[in-house]
């Protein structure tokens, strides 16, 4: 059983510049929230508490402070610097003294998920005990991900990084599942040509020992890489479209943690005394 996460919140974010030349594309807003706090609510869903933000030296300041209160939503956030964005599989080795030889999970701090299903898909996927899992999602430009080929049976026939001639319309969406052995495995890599340790290495140790899984996310998945202007934009219209229709939140972690009864309803009333008066803090008041 998965009960630690990582939230990977480094890079340069470059392809949303200027926007992140004062401030992480972490915590650039979807509609209106931070980008990481969609990261963090598929963790929660995921019934994991116990999560490592890995950020930047310039940012980590900032995200201390948006999180300062949430332990008292049940979780524990810890942080931990990269000085460089030298490739998602190196969370892995920042982050082993965080893991200690424990399965884990990892998500990318920028990416948006959302499908009714969804937590009892994760649910599932953290009873992982041994080998990878990883999701499967079908989009019309796979050369631009990591793709990834499977048979009729769901078995892993290869990973590929932005292949130029992609050998499936499958890519794998930045969310990972993983038992201890994927500390060993990351130390293990070499940098690609792009001078990053790539998690397809690492995904295909695993896959090496025919120890790689697939779960197919289906046309009920909405899933979105933010790190554009456009993903950006279409992901803030999706969450306002569906807030302003049905009226409850998407990803928020405070409604989450009383769903879940991680916070007692005493604790929530003093927790709110913490939030200035706004939309938001109605919205929280009225759960």
């Known amino acids: ?91 892995f080795i920042l982050g082993e003294k965080f893991i200690n030889q424990s399965p884990v999970s990892l998500i990318l701090g920028d990416n948006f998920f959302y499908a009714q299903n969804f937590s009892s898909i994760l649910s599932e996927s953290i009873k992982l005990n041994s080998g990878a899992l990883i999701y499967g999602y079908r989009v019309k430009n796979p050369e631009s991900f990591g793709v990834v080929e499977f048979d009729s049976e769901n078995k892993v026939q290869s990973i590929e990084e932005k292949p130029k001639h992609p050998k499936s319309d499958f890519v794998i969406p930045g969310l990972y599942f993983f038992d201890e052995k994927v500390v060993k495995f990351a130390k293990k890599i070499r940098p690609s040509k792009r001078g990053e340790l790539e998690i397809t290495s690492v995904l295909n140790e695993y896959l090496k020992l025919k120890k790689l899984n697939i779960n197919q996310l ?23 479209a569906i807030q302003n229709r049905q009226g409850f939140k998407i990803a928020c972690p405070e409604e989450i943690s009383i769903n879940k009864h991680w916070i007692s309803k005493t604790l929530f009333q003093e927790y709110l005394k913490s939030i200035p008066d706004s939309e938001y803090k109605t919205y929280l008041m009225s759960l």
């Open 218 to 240: 289906g046309r009920g998945m909405a899933w979105l890489d933010t790190g554009t202007f456009e993903n950006l934009l279409k992901a803030s219209n999706f969450v306002e």
């Open 1 to 91: 059983m998965i009960k630690k996460g990582i939230i990977l919140s480094g890079g340069t974010g470059s392809r949303l510049y200027p926007l992140t030349k004062y401030t992480s594309k972490q915590l650039i807003h979807i509609y209106d929230k931070p980008i990481i706090y969609y990261s963090l609510s598929v963790l929660m869903l995921a019934g994991i508490r116990d999560i490592l933000i890995i950020c930047d030296k310039i940012n980590i300041n900032t995200f201390k402070k948006l999180f300062k209160n949430f332990d008292q939503l049940g979780l524990k956030i810890s942080f931990c610097i990269q000085d460089e964005p030298n490739g998602i599989a190196e969370a």
